[in-house]
């Protein structure tokens, strides 16, 4: 099973379960940098009607815009690259090196200029998907899915092959399309195995919270208790799932690539996607 043979390498490896963490941090820390000043640049209307009712209105203003596209790149890139940090880590794991928070970090800060290049292509396809699905109605959030589907399995071998062979970003997108056509079919479907995972160890955290929800009315202490130990346990397995995904996107590179992936059974990463039928 990916999940396991994936968490296999995590358990080697478990200083890279501090990168998901240090992500977060980095982009909240970001968000409160643009996010408040992008506030004060909000241009604030109020008009009065005919009946004495006051009506205010917040309109965004050129910095308020700029702000936010500033914002959404330098997100992009702090999460792509710890990403990038991940599968570093991977890598050097299945080539039977032991790596450590810096070598991952170090591998990461070699190919920066690379990411900053993929985080801009990155960022502005998912702004652009993003306008389609909310200002495109029902069609709209249709074909934006259907597209972003489609950029994230055409992508999905982009990041492993920019950190690992330090290729240019068009070489990356060219060949993460051909080799997921090549080793897993023309139209491909996701399994979502991790995916599944996650969800699956997210449930005893959401009851939980859901149940202290219920008691708070009750015992407010306990009902809090509960709430953070839910949202504790939630951002554990956020934390755990964003790790696992890193080595399993290095673990699909390697195989798509014919390079040894130990400790992975062939036959499951062959099924990683299926073929549509």
């Known amino acids: 099973m990916l999940t396991k043979a994936s968490w296999g390498v995590l358990r080697a490896d478990r200083e890279l379960l501090v990168l998901p963490i240090v992500s977060a941090i980095t982009s909240?820390?970001?968000a409160a940098t643009f996010l408040v000043p992008a506030w004060f640049t909000i241009d604030e209307t109020s008009t009065v009607d005919?009946?004495?009712n006051?009506?205010?209105q917040m309109n965004p203003t050129a910095l308020t815009y700029v702000?936010?596209?500033l914002f959404y790149f330098v997100s992009a890139f702090l999460v792509i690259f710890f990403n990038a940090a991940l599968v570093a880590g991977a890598n050097q794991r299945f080539d039977g090196e032991d790596p450590t928070l810096g070598s991952a970090l170090g591998?990461?800060?070699?190919?920066?200029?690379l990411?900053?290049?993929w985080s801009l292509v990155s960022a502005t396809v998912s702004m652009v998907i993003r306008q389609i699905q909310?200002?495109?109605?029902?069609?709209?959030?249709?074909?934006?899915?259907?597209i972003g589907f489609a950029w994230s399995v055409v992508t999905f071998l982009v990041l492993p092959m920019i950190v690992v062979e330090g290729v240019g970003v068009g070489e990356a997108l060219r060949r993460?399309?051909?080799a997921v056509r090549s080793t897993w079919g023309e139209n491909v479907i996701g399994q979502g195995g991790i995916g599944l995972v996650g969800v699956v160890a997210a449930i005893p955290a959401l009851l939980l919270g859901v149940s202290g929800a219920l008691l708070f009315q009750t015992s407010a202490v306990l009902g809090v208790a509960m709430i953070g130990v839910a949202v504790v346990g939630m951002l554990a397995v956020t934390i755990v799932m964003a790790a696992l995904s890193g080595v399993y996107q290095t673990a699909l590179y390697r195989y798509a690539v014919a390079l040894p992936v130990p400790s992975y059974d062939s036959a499951t990463l062959a099924a990683a996607f299926a073929p549509k039928r």
């Open 115 to 117: 990411i900053v290049q």
């Open 107 to 113: 591998a990461a800060a070699s190919r920066i200029g």
């Open 28 to 30: 909240a820390v970001v």
């Open 134 to 146: 909310e200002r495109g109605g029902l069609l709209g959030r249709l074909v934006g899915g259907v």
């Open 54 to 56: 006051t009506t205010t």
């Open 50 to 52: 005919a009946f004495g």
């Open 176 to 178: 993460s399309k051909d």
């Open 67 to 69: 702000l936010g596209a």
